[in-house]
Each structure stands twice: as C-alpha cells, then as structure tokens.
C-alpha cells in the first residue's frame, strides 16, 4: 500500500489535447489540458489511448482523456524542496576552451 495515500490524494479525469513534434528543427511532446487545468509540482499524470508514433518531419496533434493524481501538501513541499537538485543531475557544465570529442 503507497504510504501517501493515506494522506489524501485525489485523482481527476481530463480531457487534453497531445502535440506531437518530429521534425529536423525540433523532437518534442506537449500535453495541453482542456479547462486551465493546471498540473502543479508533485502532481502525476498519465495520458490514456493507444502509443502514438509519427513519421520524421510531421507534427500531429491527438485528443486523448487524462488523469492527474494530485500531491497531497507533503508531496507537494518534497517535490519544491528536492526538485534543484534533481535538476542539476541533468546539467552539464564545461569550462574548457577545447573543444571535445
């Protein structure tokens, strides 16, 4: 049993729209919600329907029914609390004038 549900976490059904991009310039997803709903740290949500694959060079867009499962108020201040240092995980810093290989 998840721990955190004993701390109250409420799940909502949404209807979103799914952009998908594959072109030279760009490779990308994005979720819009219907509604302003707003998906705040913490938060899951998964995307419901069938994996969608694009041709090289298309960009398409899919209606799709989400569900987003709120953080209670402890998820939510971990989430703000160690989400700086997940982050920096993914950076790559480089101070040298070389270029490498």
Known sequence: ???FALLGR???DVDCTVE??????????????DGGVTVN???EVIVH?????IPYGETQNFRRRATITRAN?????????TGDFEFMELCEFSFS???TL
């Open 20 to 33: 998908i991009i594959n072109t030279f310039d760009s490779l990308g997803a994005h979720v819009r919600f």
């Open 73 to 81: 108020a402890l998820e939510r201040a971990w989430t703000r609390a």
């Open 10 to 12: 409420r799940k909502e």
């Open 1 to 3: 049993m998840n721990p």
């Open 49 to 53: 329907g069938a994996p969608i694959a």
């Open 97 to 99: 004038e070389r270029a």
């Open 41 to 43: 740290p913490g938060d």
